[in-house]
């Protein structure tokens, strides 16, 4: 059974909660690459006062290349890169969004979803407007595909968004809603103060950053939930404006630092939903990230562009979970379908009911010390000591 101190802090969050939610050139070598040094960075305030970008390399003319995702967008002065949250100023280039925050709400954990990754507990999630990618389907594209500026934000600095956190009784931060990359320092500054308050640091994220901040980020993030959308490129290029490519080079980087990962895969009916195309997705988690990944299926709900299409059968996500299995994946999750079997985490060896759960609701957890108590098999996760 759940300790009776996890019920007891389950309920409190519940009480606490707050909906603040606002809606939902040259050569490399011979350029400047700046990052902007702590004593450089302006202090806390708001987001109008502008805050120096980290990753863009000088070009000449007052052009910048940004390199905070894979895109790489040269942006003259005056102008914006792609995602819109960044802006060339006489030459520098400023990120529009640090203490910009267009949502902050307590979530469940299970609701990045992270399901292997201290199970009942809440964390408080932070997202601001706008995003690197167009994904038709998006179920957040009242932030997502929002201009920065063009939305209400919340006067909150990095510090008073942990001191929240705190206050609310959770047990992390998350980052989340549109796509962190876009926002990237401020999740950084947000992130060390929470951990230095010891508290826990996860972001869900299109996977579209570049190495090297993505390696920076992740030595203070605990865990990470990566969208995997699709695998084509032809899908990511026709429905998201985006590429495959660089996400599976995310993968990759976020599964060899040891942090901890999960997957997620939104089945849409017609465009990706293909069991051949799931199959060798599945193949390639298995062979280049491990069998332990888990992967939650998800079921598309119609939205933003995509409302012409139906939701997604439950046969369909009970077949691609039989393929993930078949492949060798070994915690294959279905989402978006309360109550199926597959909302709750199985030991791998011997089947016995790990974690009990009803979508985002964990009724029971037999864990100890992070093992089967049936047959002692080691689960790969973060969980309650």
Known sequence: MMSSGLSRRRLLC??????LAAGLGCALSSCDFRRAAPEEAPADGPAQEGHEADYYTSLPGNVVRCEICWRRCAVAEGERGFCMARENIKGAYYTILYNAASALQIDP???????HMLPGTFILCTGTAGCNNRCQFCQNWHLSQSAPRSIATHDMDSRAIVNHAISGRCDGVSFTYN??????EFM???AELAKAQGLYAIFHTNGSMTPQPLRELLQIMDAVTVDLKAFTESFYAQVCASSLAPVLKSLETIRHTGRHLEIVNLVIPTLNDDPDEIRSMCAWIVKNLGSEVPIHFSRFVPHYRLTRLSLTPVSTLETAAEIAKAEGIEYVYIGNVPGHPLNSTYCPRCRQVLILRTHFSVHRITLEDGRCPGCGHEVPGIWHA
């Open 14 to 19: 519940q009480a606490l909660r707050v909906g």
């Open 109 to 115: 954990i299970e609701k990045e979803p992270s399901f």
């Open 179 to 184: 796509e962190p990359t876009i926002f990237y």
């Open 188 to 190: 950084r500054d947000i």
